[in-house]
Structures are given as C-alpha cells and as structure tokens.
T-cell receptor, first 114, second 114 residues
C-alpha cells in the first residue's frame, strides 16, 4: 500500500516570492509521482509527473518538482508566484504495476498575498 | 471535446434517500474512477473501473455501488444516503493501458445529506 503526506496544510506567500510545497510518500513498491492543482470550484488538473529519468521535472505554469528517492520526497517549487497560483495542490502516487489507482495527499492550500 | 462531465453539479438529499451520480467521458479512455473529497483528507478512491465490464473497490466503498454502463459512462449510486456521505464527488478517466498516464477529472458534484 502507498501513502502520501503533505507536510503543510496551508502556505501563505507574497506575490513574486518563491514557494516550496512539500510531499513525502511511503510505498513498498515502485511508484509514479504526480502533482495536481485544483483552482476554486473546479476539478483537478495535472501540473507535472515523474515517471523515470531526470529527477527534476518541469510542469505547466512555471512549476517544477524534484524526486528524491532516498528521502522519498517529491517537493514542488516555483521561483516566483503570481496571484493566479492561488489554489489547492495535491501530491499523488500510483504503483507502476497493476491498476493505476491514485493515492492522494491531504492537499496544501497556497494563498498568494499582494 | 467536453472531457469528463458530471451531473448533477449540486444535490441535497435527506437521510435515507437514494440517488445516482452520472459521469461520462468522450476521450475513449478505458479506465474510470470515482473519488470523494473531504476537507483535510485529500481525495479518496471509492470505486474504479479498469476497463469496460469490470469494477473494483477502492479505499472507501461502503455505502456506494457503481455501474460501468459502457465505455463512456460510469455511474455512482448511493442507495441510502447518510450525513457521512456529505462530500464533493469527482469522476476521472484515464488511458491506463499506458502506465503513468494522467487522470482527467470532471468538475465535481457537491452533495449534502441532511
């Protein structure tokens, strides 16, 4: 079984400041890793994913994440945030073999202050 | 393409009433999923259908039933609604024969059980 822990439930930052949203996971098998974003009153959409290869993956809207196998982490970063980045962010994992069921973290609410 | 559509958008039920949440996708995906989203708990998988004609339980299946009507449609039924089923319900689909493919989410159904 897999589990995901997002270490911060809320992260307030000022516009144009950098941000890091932290995600740790636990799994007895190899997994793929994802970050999804949910804007207010909408469904989720994919920001980025790690399948294999380079541990630094780039996504949409200037976000990137780094996979660290030894620390079982997949932290999301953006060097300079914008008001439009205000949303809830979810880290998720799925096992590589078998049914592609996503296991989500609890979510981190990112609030950008002007 | 509409992507993943869900009906209704909002619903209020009394305890003990039944209802069916509808989901359809027009992306010719094989796999479909039902999640519930509760504050501080992220999204949790209720049921999924890896392919047409198959359904399996997820993390929180109690009190729900599903039907994969055809490749496009996957419905979720609450036979006797309880206040604990107050939540936002999301349907998703993916082409899961390619491992690591993203899931595409619908806009959600906000259900309140009184």
């Amino acid at each position: 079984a897999q589990s995901v822990t997002q270490l911060d439930s809320q992260v307030p930052v000022f516009e144009e400041a950098p941000v890091e949203l932290r995600c740790n996971y636990s799994s007895s098998v190899s997994v793929y890793l994802f970050w999804y974003v949910q804007y207010p009153n909408q469904g989720l959409q994919l920001l980025l994913k790690y399948l294999s290869g380079s541990t630094l993956v780039k996504g949409i809207n200037g976000f990137e994440a780094e996979f660290n196998k030894s620390q079982t982490s997949f932290h999301l970063r953006k060097p300079s945030v914008h008001i439009s980045d205000t949303a809830e962010y979810f880290c998720a994992v799925t096992q590589i073999q078998g049914a592609q069921k996503l296991v989500f973290g609890q979510g981190t609410r990112l609030t950008i202050n002007p | 393409n509409a992507g993943v559509t869900q009906t209704p958008k909002f619903q209020v039920l009394k305890t003990g009433q039944s209802m069916t949440l509808q989901c359809a996708q027009d992306m010719n995906h094989n796999s479909m999923y039902w999640y519930r989203q509760d504050p501080g708990m992220g999204l949790r998988l209720i049921y999924y259908s890896a392919s047409e004609g198959t359904t399996d339980k997820g993390e929180v299946p109690n009190g729900y039933n599903v039907s994969r009507l055809n490749k496009r449609e996957f419905s979720l039924r609450l036979e006797s609604a309880a206040p604990s089923q107050t939540s936002v319900y999301f349907c998703a689909s993916s082409e899961a024969r390619v491992a690591g493919n993203e899931q595409y989410f619908g806009p959600g159904t906000r259900l309140t059980v009184t």
